[in-house]
């Protein structure tokens, strides 16, 4: 039974992947960070799924949740860099402590638990990555210019790692959420969701279930030869 670890896994897009894998038969572990009453009722939902408490900014951290799976679970096939921070203000109101936070959550925090899973799947020449960026990383946003700069140094590491690391065997892809209903978009207004819904082809805002469904597909055997793309789940909001 193969095995995933997936990172921010307590609510949203995390919460949505972790029922999604489980339900697909996965050994599946999460690491969540401040939602420790939500991590608690979402594993104990699920008899075996392994919840690791962790921030992912600190690389001493991370090395201690992969020992903690891998005490559990001998190997991790795939990797899912899903735990991230918004970070809003005007670019000159960002202070630097800002701009180093929201990186080291959202970047450095990929960067830190890719390495440990390389040297896991690396000796057994397969693996799957799949970082989850955001439309935002692709289309930039006003008012939100440390969380999208973020998410775009998340695409070009992901391009960057598959062209390494695909000879190895190890699959590199990334997901761009568009707006998706969940408690960082919680923040704002029934207006603005509205208004937001309305710039959408399809009308709507997106479901964590939609982008759950294809991290799924891409952890299958139909998406082996799939690696260094980047997904929009978005409902056409990115069409250029």
């Not at 608690?40 to 991370?62: E, F, H, I, K, Y």
């Not at 695909?166 to 568009?178: K, L």
Request: glycine share 10%; aromatic share 10%.
């Amino acid at each position: 039974m193969p095995t995933v670890l997936i990172t921010g896994g307590s609510r949203g897009i995390g919460a949505a992947m972790v029922r999604r894998f489980y339900a697909a038969g996965w050994n599946v572990a999460f690491s969540y960070w401040q939602s420790e009453q939500a991590a608690q009722a979402l594993a104990t939902q699920m008899p075996g799924v392994l919840s690791v408490r962790a921030d992912v900014a600190d690389s001493a951290q991370v090395a201690a949740m992969f020992s903690a799976v891998h005490a559990v679970f001998p190997h991790i096939d795939m990797l899912v860099n899903n735990a991230a921070i918004a970070q809003d203000g005007l670019f000159l109101d960002l202070t630097e402590a800002d701009w180093q936070r929201v990186f080291a959550v959202n970047f450095f925090g990929a960067v830190y638990c890719t390495g440990e899973a390389i040297r896991d799947m690396y000796p057994r020449g397969r693996g799957n990555i799949l970082n989850i960026s955001s439309i935002w990383g692709l289309k930039g946003a006003s008012y939100e210019s440390g969380y999208a700069s973020s998410k775009a140094a998340l695409i070009g590491l992901s391009r960057s790692l598959a062209k390494e690391w695909g000879p190895s065997g190890i699959r590199v892809n990334c997901i761009a959420p568009g707006v998706i209903d969940t408690d960082m978009n919680a923040q704002h207004s029934a207006e603005t969701m509205q208004t937001l819904a309305e710039e959408i082809p399809l009308g709507r805002i997106g479901r964590a279930e939609e982008v759950a469904s294809l991290a799924l597909y891409l952890a299958s055997p139909e998406a082996e030869y799939i690696t260094g793309q980047v997904f929009s789940v978005d409902g056409g909001w990115n069409i250029t």
